[in-house]
């Protein structure tokens, strides 16, 4: 009924360089399970990645209990500075979700193809602490659009400087078109509570592309610092 990875262990689904083919999907079903690093600089987390010519995998995680991402874990899908292909989905289900000490979930294109979207549920909380954030963006040279994040629970927390939900384009669009940052959708049947913390979606500084929508629904809004 659990799972740890701790210490720069990780789970991987990758398209190499130079190969074709679509990266398989990780799923992970349990009661609780945990990402954590006591030290070092190797991540704990989650990776699909494609730096081929095909999509990246998705991450699917069902946590009945809790899902604790601490000390610089990562759940990451990406296009690859080399890969020609879309990016994973991050989708978790779970009574409670917890990101601390810098952890982050990311889905990232640096090469030709899509961010993917990142969707979390949770029955009860959902929780950022300590810097930790959950990110769709197109990087810089990238070709491609954001994905978009959808986050839901009873209540949801942001607490400290730093912790965020950032939709952003750094990069150009496809075929002439514009790059389109995602949307950010956060619901709450009671309470959001921002604390020295942000929401934001943007289009950076020498990008090309248009910004997405931010959308909150909630019983209670409180925004303080």
């Known amino acids: 009924d659990r799972v740890t990875l701790n210490d720069g262990s990780f789970i991987l689904s990758q398209v190499g360089k130079g190969a074709i083919g679509t990266g398989g999907n990780i799923e992970i079903d349990t009661k609780n399970i945990s990402f954590t ?3 070092g600089l ?8 494609t730096q081929g010519e095909g999509n990246a995998g998705s991450i699917f995680i069902k946590a009945s209990d809790t899902v604790l991402l601490d000390s610089k874990a990562l759940l990451l899908t990406q296009v690859g500075e080399t890969g020609i292909g ?3 989905n991050i989708e978790i289900d779970t009574g409670n979700l917890t990101l601390k ?3 982050q979930i990311l889905a990232d294109t640096k090469g030709k193809g ?3 979207n990142i969707s979390v549920k949770a029955s009860d909380l959902i929780s ?3 810097k930790s954030n959950a990110t769709s963006q197109v990087e810089d040279k990238a070709v491609g659009n954001g994905g978009n994040i959808e986050i839901s ?4 927390n942001f607490n400290t400087k730093g912790s965020a939900l950032n939709s952003s384009t750094k990069g150009k669009g496809q075929e002439g078109n514009p790059s389109q940052a995602g949307n950010i959708v956060v619901k709450a049947s009671e309470n959001i509570n921002l604390d020295n913390s942000n929401f934001f979606s943007q289009v950076n500084a020498g990008a090309i592309g248009n910004a997405g929508n931010i959308e909150i629904e909630t019983g209670n809004l ?4």
Not at 42 to 49: A, L, P, Q, V, W
Not at 153 to 156: D, G, L, M, T, V
Not at 222 to 225: A, F, R, V
């Open 114 to 116: 899509n961010a993917g």
């Open 222 to 225: 409180s925004l303080t610092n």
């Open 128 to 130: 950022f602490e300590a």
């Open 42 to 49: 190797d991540k704990s987390g989650i990776y699909t990645d």
């Open 101 to 103: 000490g810098e952890s």
């Open 86 to 88: 879309d990016a994973g």
């Open 153 to 156: 629970a009873k209540n949801i």
């Open 37 to 39: 690093n006591t030290g």
